[in-house]
């Protein structure tokens, strides 16, 4: 199995890059080789590289510089998934695509569940929730993860 991993370098996908080789050969694409801004270039990378399943674990996760650059935000957040889906059903592929839980208004008084209705209170959780209605629209074969209070060894976080 060929798989596109996104994001190699960020905390997710520097941890899926470590993992994912057990399931097959793993193409991994940081924005030096993909600028997840070029629609031409992320379908002339799919193409090039034929996946059966791409991991797209890339975002713009800044949430108080997105509130600056949505424009931005939103390109990498909801219009490159989109177009990686897009060129995934292309190709009989499937998507595994990180989201977040900014989604959500954050107001629930219980744990959300994929049944709650999304309401993003800020530019990050729109440009997310976006990527996730692109993901969905394209037809393919999707799974949508919400993560939320990511942390690792690596990268800037709560933690460290």
């Given at each position: 199995?060929?798989?596109?991993?996104?994001?190699?370098?960020?905390?997710?996908?520097?941890?899926?890059?470590?993992?994912?080789?057990?399931?097959?050969?793993?193409?991994?694409?940081?924005?030096a080789?993909?600028?997840?801004?070029?629609?031409?270039?992320?379908?002339?990378?799919?193409?090039?590289?034929?996946?059966?399943?791409?991991?797209?674990?890339?975002?713009?996760?800044?949430?108080?510089?997105?509130?600056?650059?949505?424009?931005?935000?939103?390109?990498?957040?909801?219009?490159?998934?989109?177009?990686?889906?897009?060129?995934?059903?292309?190709?009989?592929?499937?998507?595994?695509?990180?989201?977040?839980?900014?989604?959500?208004?954050?107001?629930?008084?219980?744990?959300?569940?994929?049944?709650?209705?999304?309401?993003?209170?800020?530019?990050?959780?729109?440009?997310?929730?976006a990527?996730?209605?692109?993901?969905?629209?394209?037809?393919?074969?999707?799974?949508?993860?919400?993560?939320?209070?990511?942390?690792?060894?690596?990268?800037?976080?709560?933690?460290?």
């Amino acid at each position: 199995m060929r798989i596109l991993l996104t994001g190699p370098t960020g905390q997710i996908g520097s941890e899926l890059r470590r993992a994912l080789p057990a399931l097959g050969e793993v193409i991994a694409v940081d924005r030096a080789q993909m600028d997840l801004t070029d629609p031409k270039g992320i379908r002339k990378m799919m193409r090039s590289i034929g996946p059966d399943l791409v991991v797209n674990a890339a975002g713009y996760t800044d949430v108080d510089c997105a509130e600056r650059e949505e424009e931005l935000a939103h390109r990498i957040n909801a219009t490159a998934p989109g177009i990686l889906a897009q060129e995934a059903s292309r190709l009989g592929s499937a998507i595994i695509h990180y989201s977040t839980d900014y989604v959500f208004n954050g107001r629930a008084t219980s744990p959300y569940t994929p049944k709650d209705e999304p309401d993003p209170i800020n530019a990050y959780g729109r440009t997310k929730l976006a990527g996730e209605k692109a993901v969905s629209a394209s037809g393919c074969a999707s799974l949508i993860i919400r993560t939320s209070w990511v942390y690792g060894l690596r990268g800037s976080n709560f933690l460290s």
